[in-house]
């Protein structure tokens, strides 16, 4: 839940952006100046007097909560506890996996094997776990950010060394699009860590050219990056190939 800290905050940045002084709000509310002045800095602002700026702003509750929400810094990785909840419903990882590619609803259904009904229970058992924020319309918000990963131990990267990782370096990468290298040798461990870091800007690079895909058509996103993928895939997920049959 937002803090009443994060509303107040919340409005000034809106009043801001309108350009509404508080001399303005002031005026609108038949308040003074210094009453205005001393209710934003103590932050402690009751419902009623939230709704009467919000009337000024021509903004709805909602929306202003949507915009705190949107502001809260995001999660770079869940709980043992979350992962945990997430790996012991395959469905719900598959789920979990289209959203962090950030799949439509309408993608979700078409493609597997899921109900409207179905998905929409999965989604909102996926907002409750804290990695996404569902919508209206089916839409969702994600709440973990773009460098998120899996704990490196924990739960979900078991699950994938155990069940899907000899399935997925199986294929030949050898398609349009595809590369799967074996370089022999050995390096410094200082040398390894500048590689680490090299590695770590690419999954960044890609994680930014996922989001700037999403401008494409579905059909194109489709084949450039096939069902939901990582940085090192090569157009297909473990996930999604063991999630075809569900």
């Given at each position: 839940?937002?803090?009443?800290?994060?509303?107040?905050?919340?409005?000034?940045?809106?009043?801001?952006?309108?350009?509404?002084?508080?001399?303005?709000?002031?005026?609108?509310?038949?308040?003074?100046?210094?009453?205005?002045?001393?209710?934003?800095?103590?932050?402690?602002?009751?419902?009623?007097?939230?709704?009467?700026?919000?009337?000024?702003?021509?903004?709805?509750?909602?929306?202003?909560?949507?915009?705190?929400?949107?502001?809260?810094?995001?999660?770079?990785?869940?709980?043992?506890?979350?992962?945990?909840?997430v790996v012991a419903d395959r469905r719900l990882l598959l789920l979990a996996i289209c959203c962090l590619s950030q799949w439509t609803f309408e993608q979700m259904v078409g493609t597997y094997r899921f109900t409207d009904a179905e998905c929409v229970a999965y989604l909102v058992r996926l907002d409750r776990l804290g990695i996404i924020e569902l919508r209206p319309l089916n839409r969702y918000r994600l709440k973990v950010a773009k460098g998120f990963r899996w704990r490196p131990h924990g739960p979900v990267m078991a699950y994938f060394r155990e069940h899907v990782a000899a399935d997925y370096?199986?294929?030949?990468?050898?398609?349009?699009g595809e590369l799967l290298m074996l370089v022999h040798g050995q390096i410094s461990t200082a040398q390894a860590s500048s590689f680490v870091e090299r590695l770590q800007r690419v999954g960044q690079d890609f994680a930014q050219q996922h989001l700037a895909d999403q401008k494409l058509q579905a059909a194109q996103r489709s084949r450039i990056l096939g069902p939901p993928s990582s940085f090192c895939d090569k157009g297909r997920s473990g996930v999604a190939h063991c999630g075809q049959n569900l």
């Open positions: 839940m937002s803090t009443t800290q994060d509303l107040v905050s919340a409005l000034k940045a809106e009043l801001k952006a309108v350009n509404i002084t508080y001399a303005d709000l002031a005026t609108q509310l038949g308040m003074s100046e210094s009453s205005i002045k001393r209710v934003f800095a103590k932050a402690d602002m009751p419902l009623s007097r939230i709704d009467d700026v919000l009337r000024v702003l021509k903004m709805d509750f909602a929306e202003l909560a949507r915009k705190v929400a949107d502001a809260q810094p995001l999660r770079r990785e869940l709980t043992l506890e979350q992962e945990k909840a370096y199986s294929g030949g990468f050898d398609g349009d």
